[in-house]
T-cell receptor
Framework: DAGVIQSPRHEVTEMGQEVTLRCKPI?????LFWYRQTMMRGLELLIY????????DSGMPEDRFSAKMPNASFSTLKIQPSEPRDSAVYFC????????????FGPGTRLTVL | TQLLEQSPQFLSIQEGENLTVYCNSS?????LQWYRQEPGEGPVLLVT?????EVKKLKRLTFQFGDARKDSSLHITAAQPGDTGLYLC?????????????FGKGTKLSVKP
């Protein structure tokens, strides 16, 4: 298996633009997680899905952020409009179960909003 | 709100030295994981500890879960440059019908040759 795949690896955009981050989880994993990592706040959970259904989105910072999982092999995280404070590395992870199971992380998308 | 505090935040040592990093919380966790993250990559799981007082060894790395399941430590013997990276602890606590991992901010380790 290729592992969790994320695209793009790097994204530079201007304030106000829409940004879409993409993730393909490991086949057979029922859980998908979106995280944001910054020096100040560390690794923060934004939202997670179970069998394509959003379970907990309490970490989504505000309405500018939205996430979808239309099928078991694809998820998106969208920021509209983007702001400089959204600059961070965004990780997608997947796991077989949720109960403290190992999470497999993708390589991340480094987002810079100018 | 459950929090995991990791210390030290940064650690720079010479090859061959021993070191210990800590992960502390006021909350009890059902299990605790340690991940290592290298620059430009996502975190990778090293170990999961479940039982209070549990000790696990992974080559030169020794992990311990506190008796009360509120804290954990990672000890590295004879550190090597390949150990360089960000070490993250993550606690899991069953909450209702679902749960998720709470991550600490990490200890950034640099091992100089």
């Amino acid at each position: 298996d290729a592992g969790v795949i994320q695209s793009p690896r790097h994204e530079v955009t201007e304030m106000g633009q829409e940004v879409t981050l993409r993730c393909k989880p490991i086949s057979g994993h029922d859980y998908l997680f979106w995280y944001r990592q910054t020096m100040m706040r560390g690794l923060e959970l934004l939202i997670y899905f179970n069998n394509n259904v959003p379970i907990d989105d309490s970490g989504m910072p505000e309405d500018r952020f939205s996430a979808k999982m239309p099928n078991a092999s694809f998820s998106t995280l969208k920021i509209q409009p983007s702001e400089p404070r959204d600059s961070a590395v965004y990780f997608c992870a997947s796991s077989i179960t949720s109960g403290g199971d190992e999470q497999f992380f993708g390589p991340g998308t480094r987002l810079t909003v100018l | 709100t459950q929090l995991l505090e990791q210390s030290p935040q940064f650690l720079s040592i010479q090859e061959g030295e021993n070191l210990t990093v800590y992960c502390n919380s006021s909350s009890v966790f059902s299990s605790l994981q340690w991940y290592r993250q290298e620059p430009g990559e996502g975190p990778v799981l090293l170990v999961t500890v479940v039982t209070g007082g549990e000790v696990k060894k992974l080559k030169r790395l020794t992990f311990q879960f506190g008796d009360a399941r509120k804290d954990s430590s990672l000890h590295i013997t004879a550190a090597q440059p390949g150990d360089t990276g960000l070490y993250l602890c993550a606690g899991w606590n069953y909450g209702g019908s679902q749960g998720n991992l709470i991550f600490g901010k990490g200890t950034k380790l640099s091992v100089k040759p």
